[in-house]
Nanobody, 127 residues
Framework: QVQLVESGGGSVQSGGSLRLSCTAS????????MGWFRQAPGKEREGVAA???????YYSDSVKGRFTISQDSAKRTIYLQMNSLKPEDTAMYYC?????????????????????WGQGTQVTVSS
């Protein structure tokens, strides 16, 4: 069974930085897409960033230019470097992975293309 384990959340002041990590175990698809989603209290879950097996990267408009997603494909680990954090970035951040589709999963994320989920890590940004 695929397992995703996140780490790296925490509290930081506005303008600060955090780095999230997510390692997938028993995730052996050749074509894949892994990414980060977040959900703040009272809001819908939204996609933040993703990276696929072709090393294409995807970002939501709200984080473009501030967040960077990267991966160590051999370790099936992805990272999210978050810079210039704002209070509106405060949320539970979830790592997610698709079911072996790869490129394109980001664009069908609202349709449930990401099928594996981590437990989440909290990011809190104070003003």
């Amino acid at each position: 069974q695929v397992q995703l384990v996140e780490s790296g959340g925490g509290s930081v002041q506005s303008g600060g930085s955090l780095r999230l990590s997510c390692t997938a175990s028993r995730y052996t698809y050749i074509n894949y897409c892994m990414g980060w989603f977040r959900q703040a209290p009272g809001k819908e879950r939204e996609g933040v960033a993703a990276i696929d097996s072709n090393t294409y990267t995807y970002y939501s408009d709200s984080v473009k230019g501030r967040f960077t997603i990267s991966q160590d494909s051999a370790k099936r680990t992805i990272y999210l470097q978050m810079n210039s954090l704002k209070p509106e970035d405060t949320a539970m951040y979830y790592c997610a992975a698709d079911g072996g589709v790869g490129t394109g999963s980001w664009f069908s994320r609202s349709a449930g293309s990401f099928v594996y989920w981590g437990q989440g890590t909290q990011v809190t940004v104070s003003s």
